[in-house]
């Protein structure tokens, strides 16, 4: 009975070591790596709206759109370049100016009203073509929503996202029927995206 509890204990201990090495033994070089999830860029753009509010000062509180120059006129603060900057880099950049020039402690509140400069096309067989407001999460499913939808004749398994980077153009072909129905993943989207549905061959 002594020997046969030991020859257990032996073989519990050789499998403990043999998990652990396991658990710290690096993925394969085939495994597959895990898609990095899109992001969209959350800087602003020439004719997004922003609307500040500033305590107590009404003159000051209204809707601002950003012009071509990536401006925007705000007051006793002069031009701001706003472009390319994120929303809490415009509240720190109008508080900071307000407090040197105007108010000792401004409380200043700063949000985006309209993402003009986030849209994406949808082309083609739905019931509303053209642009549409991108939110953060957006899918193709959404944005074809966002269109009305697919007409009676849309191709909905042979639908088009062209896509653009400062080095490429990317395309791929989704089969948003199948998305629907659950026999496919959805396919995030990002502004500038153009989404084009096929008509179907009868």
């Known amino acids: ?7 257990l204990q032996i073989m519990f201990l050789a499998c403990a070591c043999w998990l652990s090495a396991c658990a ?6 085939g495994s597959p790596a895990v898609a990095a999830p899109v992001v969209a860029d959350d800087r602003l753009r020439t004719d997004d709206v922003l609307e500040v509010r500033v305590v107590g000062e009404a003159e000051m509180s209204g809707d601002y759109r950003i012009d071509p120059a990536g401006q925007i006129q705000f007051p006793y603060a002069g031009y701001l370049k706003v472009a390319g900057l994120r ?8 508080t900071t100016r307000l407090k040197q020039e105007y108010l000792r402690n401004p409380q200043v509140a700063v949000h985006v009203k309209e993402w003009n400069s986030r849209k994406i096309s949808v082309l083609g067989e739905v019931n509303k073509p053209g642009a549409v407001q991108f939110f953060s ?20 398994n042979a639908v088009t996202l062209r896509r653009e980077t400062s080095n490429e153009v990317k395309s791929e072909v989704c089969k948003v029927a199948d998305i629907g129905d659950g026999r496919a993943p959805n396919v995030p989207v990002l502004p500038g995206d153009l989404i084009v549905v096929g008509e179907r061959m009868f």
């Open 1 to 7: 009975p002594t020997q046969a509890l030991r020859a």
């Open 24 to 29: 710290h033994r690096p993925a394969s070089a």
């Open 87 to 94: 929303v809490s880099d415009v509240h720190e950049m109008i």
């Open 137 to 156: 999460g957006m899918t193709i499913v959404d944005a074809i929503a966002a269109a009305g939808g697919f007409t009676k004749s849309a191709s909905t």
